[in-house]
C-alpha cells in the first residue's frame, strides 16, 4: 500500500513536470476553456436564464474533461514515444498505479481552467461570480475532480492498444460534455440519451457543482448525488483494472509496446 | 535449474497493410529457437540485424508473448508467471530512448527505484551507488536531455541494477559507443559476472562475444545457426583460410559466380566507396589466391591478403550475409 | 498529385473506422455542442446555431493543411521539396485542393445532419446559393490553413495555431454569436477571418435570399481566402530565403 501511493506521488509529480510544458495540453487547460468560456458568454447573456457563475463552472469543467481525456492518452503515448512504455510495463508496479499517478497530476493541473473561466467571468464580462454555498462546493467541486478522474482510468488503457487513439480521442470529447450536463441541462438531449448520462460520474459531479455554485439544492439532497457519484467513480476503477490487464495482455501478444 | 530456457519459442507478428481492404502478412521474427543459460553465466547471442536478436530478449523480460514453444526465465513461464518474473529481472535496451528526458540522472534513478518498489530509506543510498559505479555522479544534476549516448547507456545499465537482480539483459549495450566508452561499459559487465550476475547479452559485435561470453548462440533469420564456447565456434572454421582481396567495380553478378566456384566456402562483401572488399573462404590454402584472381577476369584489384581464419569470419559463414 | 500525396500522408494512419470518426462524428458532435447550448439559453432561435454551426464543419480542411506544412520542418523534408524542380506554387497551392474537397464532403453531411436530426427547416432555402456558400467557406478554411502552416514555423506550431483558428471562428465568424453584439475589436477580426461572409450568406441563402441579393459577401470571402492563401505563400518564401542565406533550412 505505501509503494502504490509512493508510486501514485512520483508518477503525478513526473507528469507534471510535462504538462508544464506540453503546448497542446496547455492549449486544453488554457485557451480552450477561455475561448468556450467567452462563447458561452456572449451566447447566453442575452437570454432568459442566464447565470454567469453557471457559465464559469460548465467552462471550467469543459477544460478540465478535455485535460484529461487527452492526457490519459498521451500518459501512455508520451510514454511509448519516450521509449519507457516497455520499462514501466516491465517494472514490479502495476501500470494501471502509475497511470494513476498521472492522471492525478493532471487533475492537479486542471484547476487552471477554474482560474481562466473565472477570470473571463469576472474581469473580462465583469459579472459578479459567486458561489451560493461554498460549503457544500468545495466537495462537490472535489468529488467532480474524482469523478472526471475515474472516468479518464477507463480510456487510458486504450492507447497501450492501439496507437491511433489518440488521434480520434476528440469523439470522446464533446459527448461527455453534453451527457454530463456542463452547460445545458441534459433536458435538451433526447430522453433515450439519458441512462447513458446516468451511469457517468461527470453528470453527478457537474449536477453537484452547479447545483452548490448556483443555488437550488440542500444538503440532503447534495449528499445522494455525491453517494452516486463516488459510487460509479470506484465503479469506474473497478471496471478499469482488468481492463488495463485485458488490454495490457493483448500489447504484449500484439507486440504494440514499443514504437517499433 | 538454468536460470533461462527456451524451447522451440517462436514469434509470428501481423502485420496489415492498404486503407479499406486490407491485407494481412505474417513475419516469422523467431522460428523453433531452443537454448539455456545456467545461473552465473555470461551468454551472448549474436546475429545481424533483423535476426531476432531483440524479439527474443522482450520474450525473456515478458514485453512479447511468444506465439510458439516455451520461454522459461528464473524458473517461471513469461506466458503465465510475468508477474514474478519481473522483481527478479533487470533489463537494458539501451539507446537514445529509454529514460525521462526533462528529469535529471538521479531523479530518472529515483523514479525508477519506486517502480521497483525499493525500501524508501534504501532509495538514495542505491542511488548514490550506482551512480558511482557507472561514473555519472558528477553529472547526475544534469537533464538527460543533455546527456551523450554513452553516459545514457551508462544511465540505463544503474536503473538496470537499482534492485539489484540476479538476471540481466543487455540488447547491443556498446552500439553506437565510442571505443573507450565501450570499453569501459564491456568492463562494467564483466564485473557484474565476477559478482555472480546471469548475464544474456545480444550484440552483432563478435570480438565482444568473444572477449566477454562464456557461451554463445548465433541466431539468423530467427533460427538458431550454432551455439558453443568462443573456442567450439572458432573450430567451425578452423579449416579455412581467408582471401581478402579489393577490387574495383564488382557486380552481383560476378560475386555469384565467385560463390559458384567449387573451392569457395563463403564470400562476403564489404563495400568500400568505389571498391570492394572480397573476403572468400576456402579450405585451399596457397592455390586459393591465383586461382581466385583468375576468376575475375579483366576486373582491376586492388590489395590481396591470405590469412587464417577468425570467430568473426565463423560468424559471416553461419550467418551467410552479404554486408 | 502533389495533393494527393499531402492527402495520403494525413491520413496514412487511419484506419476506415477512425477516418469516419474525425470525418463524421468529430464535426457533428461539436454542432450539436454549440447548438444546443444556444437552444439552452441563447437569445436567437436554435436554427441560427443548428446552421451556423454546420457551416462552421467546413472548417474542416484548415487544420490538415496547416499541420502538414508545419510538419515539412519536423519531419526535415523541407530542404527536398525546395530543391525539388517543380512549380513552388502549384506544390504549395495543391496541397490544400484534395482537402478542401475532402472538407466540402464534410460540410454537405453536416447539412444534411442538421436537416434531418436538428429539424433545420430547408423549405425556403436557395440550394444553389446554399451550396455554394459552403464552396466558399470551405475554400476560405483552406486557404486559412496555408498561411497558418508557414506561420507555424515563427509562431508557436501549426497544431496549436490551427485549433486557435478554430475557436476564433466559433466565437468571431458569426455562427454562434450574431456580429451586432460583439465589441468593435473582435468585430475587426471577425471581418478578417474566412467563413464570416459566407456564414452570413448562407443565412440568406437558407431564408430564401435570390443568388444576386445575397452573393455579393461570397465574392469578398472568395478574395479574403485569396489574400490568406498568398499571404502564406509570401512568408514560407521569405522564411526559406532567409533560411537558405543563414544555412539554417533544416532547422528553419
Redesign the interface.
Same mark, same amino acid.
Given at each position: 500500500m505505501?509503494?502504490a501511493l509512493? =508510486?501514485l506521488r &512520483?508518477a503525478a509529480l513526473?507528469e507534471l513536470?510535462?504538462l508544464a510544458?506540453n503546448?497542446?495540453m496547455l492549449?486544453c487547460v488554457f485557451?480552450?476553456p477561455f475561448?468556450?468560456a467567452?462563447?458561452?458568454m456572449?451566447?447566453?447573456r442575452?437570454?432568459?436564464?442566464?447565470d454567469p457563475t453557471y457559465v464559469v463552472i460548465g467552462a471550467t469543467l469543459t477544460g478540465m474533461w478535455s485535460l484529461l481525456l487527452f492526457n490519459s492518452n498521451w500518459a501512455i503515448g508520451g510514454e511509448r514515444w519516450?521509449?519507457?512504455l516497455?520499462?514501466? =510495463?516491465?517494472?514490479?508496479?502495476p501500470v494501471i498505479v =502509475?497511470i494513476a499517478g498521472k492522471l492525478i497530476g493532471t487533475t492537479l493541473l486542471s484547476f487552471v481552467s477554474m482560474v481562466v473561466c473565472y477570470a473571463v467571468g469576472a474581469w473580462l464580462f465583469g459579472y459578479s461570480i459567486t458561489i451560493a454555498d461554498p460549503v457544500t462546493f468545495v466537495p462537490s467541486l472535489l468529488f467532480m475532480l474524482v469523478g472526471l478522474w475515474a472516468t479518464a482510468m477507463l480510456i487510458a488503457p486504450l492507447g497501450i492498444l492501439w496507437?491511433?487513439v489518440g488521434?480520434?480521442l476528440?469523439?470522446f470529447?464533446?459527448?461527455i460534455?453534453?451527457l454530463a450536463g456542463f452547460?445545458?441541462?441534459i433536458l435538451?438531449?433526447p430522453t433515450w440519451s439519458n441512462p447513458a448520462s446516468w451511469i457517468l460520474p461527470p453528470f453527478w459531479g457537474a449536477t453537484a457543482v452547479h447545483l452548490s455554485s448556483s443555488g437550488g439544492a440542500d444538503v440532503g439532497a447534495l449528499l445522494g448525488i455525491w453517494i452516486v457519484l463516488l459510487l460509479s467513480s470506484a465503479a469506474a476503477v473497478l471496471l478499469a483494472r482488468p481492463f488495463f490487464g485485458l488490454i495490457l495482455?493483448r500489447a504484449? &501478444?500484439?507486440?504494440t509496446? &514499443?514504437l517499433t | 535449474m538454468n536460470a533461462i530456457a527456451l524451447e522451440n519459442a517462436g514469434r509470428v507478428y501481423r502485420v496489415t497493410t492498404g486503407f479499406v481492404r486490407r491485407h494481412a502478412k505474417e513475419i516469422q521474427a523467431v522460428d523453433g529457437l531452443s537454448f539455456e543459460v545456467a545461473r552465473g553465466e555470461l551468454f551472448g547471442m549474436l546475429g545481424p540485424n533483423g535476426a531476432g536478436k531483440t524479439t527474443t530478449i522482450k520474450m525473456l523480460t515478458t514485453l512479447l508473448r511468444p506465439t510458439s514453444g516455451r520461454v522459461v526465465v528464473a524458473g517461471f513461464d513469461v506466458a503465465r508467471n510475468a508477474d514474478r518474473i519481473r522483481p527478479l529481472i533487470g533489463f537494458a535496451f539501451g539507446g537514445e530512448r529509454g529514460l525521462y528526458y526533462r528529469l535529471n540522472g538521479r531523479d530518472n534513478l529515483r523514479y525508477f527505484a519506486e517502480l521497483y518498489r525499493l525500501e524508501p530509506s534504501r532509495i538514495n543510498p542505491r542511488v548514490e551507488e550506482l551512480l558511482d559505479l557507472v561514473s555519472l555522479r558528477d553529472r547526475a544534476d544534469e537533464r538527460v536531455e543533455g546527456y551523450s549516448r554513452g553516459m545514457k547507456q551508462r544511465l540505463h545499465l544503474a536503473r538496470m541494477l537499482l534492485h539489484d537482480p540476479n538476471i540481466l539483459f543487455l540488447d547491443e549495450p556498446t552500439i553506437g559507443l565510442d571505443p573507450v566508452g565501450a570499453r569501459e561499459l564491456r568492463e562494467t559487465i564483466r564485473e557484474l559476472h565476477r559478482r555472480g550476475k546471469t548475464i544474456l547479452l545480444t550484440t552483432h559485435y563478435m570480438f565482444e562475444a568473444d572477449e566477454l561470453c562464456d557461451r554463445i548462440v548465433v541466431i539468423g533469420k530467427g533460427r538458431l545457426l550454432a551455439s558453443g564456447t568462443p573456442r567450439e565456434l572458432k573450430a567451425l572454421v578452423r579449416d579455412l583460410t581467408v582471401v581478402e582481396i579489393e577490387v574495383f567495380g564488382a557486380t552481383p553478378a560476378l560475386i555469384d559466380q565467385v560463390r559458384a566456384l567449387d573451392f569457395v566456402d563463403s564470400v562476403a562483401v564489404e563495400q568500400r566507396e568505389l571498391r570492394q572488399l572480397l573476403r572468400v573462404q576456402t579450405p585451399i590454402a596457397d592455390e586459393a589466391l591465383p586461382r581466385l584472381l583468375a576468376s575475375l577476369g579483366g576486373l582491376a584489384v586492388g590489395r590481396a591478403s591470405v590469412r587464417e581464419a577468425t570467430l568473426e569470419d565463423a560468424y559471416v559463414r553461419l550467418v551467410g550475409k552479404t554486408e | 498529385m502533389v495533393a494527393m500525396y499531402s492527402y495520403r500522408g494525413t491520413f496514412q494512419w487511419l484506419t476506415p473506422s477512425a477516418y469516419i470518426a474525425t470525418k463524421v462524428f468529430f464535426p457533428v458532435l461539436q454542432m450539436a455542442f454549440f447548438s444546443l447550448i444556444g437552444g439552452f439559453g441563447g437569445s436567437q432561435p436554435f436554427s441560427y446555431y443548428v446552421l451556423g454551426n454546420a457551416m462552421l464543419v467546413g472548417y474542416r480542411p484548415m487544420y490538415p493543411i496547416a499541420t502538414g506544412i508545419g510538419n515539412e520542418r519536423r519531419l526535415g523534408t523541407l530542404p527536398y521539396l525546395i530543391a525539388a524542380p517543380m512549380n513552388r506554387a502549384s506544390s504549395f497551392f495543391g496541397r490544400a485542393v484534395v482537402h478542401a474537397l475532402d472538407g466540402l464532403t464534410s460540410i454537405a453531411l453536416a447539412f444534411v445532419i442538421a436537416v434531418v436530426l436538428f429539424g433545420l427547416d430547408r423549405s425556403h432555402a436557395n440550394v444553389l446559393g446554399l451550396a455554394a456558400a459552403m464552396c466558399v467557406a470551405t475554400y476560405g478554411a483552406a486557404a486559412m490553413g496555408l498561411a497558418l502552416g508557414p506561420a507555424a514555423y515563427v509562431l508557436l506550431d501549426a497544431s496549436f495555431l490551427a485549433n486557435l483558428a478554430l475557436f476564433a471562428l466559433i466565437l468571431l465568424s458569426g455562427a454562434n454569436v450574431p456580429l451586432t453584439e460583439l465589441p468593435g475589436p473582435l468585430l475587426a477580426i471577425s471581418a478578417v477571418l474566412p467563413m464570416t461572409r459566407s456564414i452570413s450568406a448562407a443565412r440568406a441563402f437558407a431564408a430564401g435570399a435570390s443568388w444576386d441579393a445575397a452573393a455579393s459577401p461570397l465574392v469578398a470571402d472568395l478574395a479574403l481566402g485569396l489574400a490568406w492563401g498568398l499571404a502564406g505563400f509570401v512568408i514560407l518564401a521569405v522564411i526559406e530565403r532567409v533560411a537558405i542565406s543563414r544555412g539554417t533550412l533544416e532547422g528553419v
Open positions: 505505501i509503494h509512493r =508510486v &512520483a513526473l513536470r510535462y510544458v503546448r497542446f492549449f485557451v480552450q475561448f468556450v467567452i462563447t458561452t456572449f451566447m447566453l442575452r437570454g432568459t436564464v442566464f519516450q521509449g519507457t516497455e520499462l514501466t =510495463v516491465g517494472a514490479p508496479t =502509475v496507437r491511433w488521434q480520434i476528440n469523439v470529447e464533446y459527448p460534455y453534453m452547460l445545458f441541462p435538451m438531449l495482455r504484449i &501478444a500484439d507486440g509496446l &514499443a | - | -
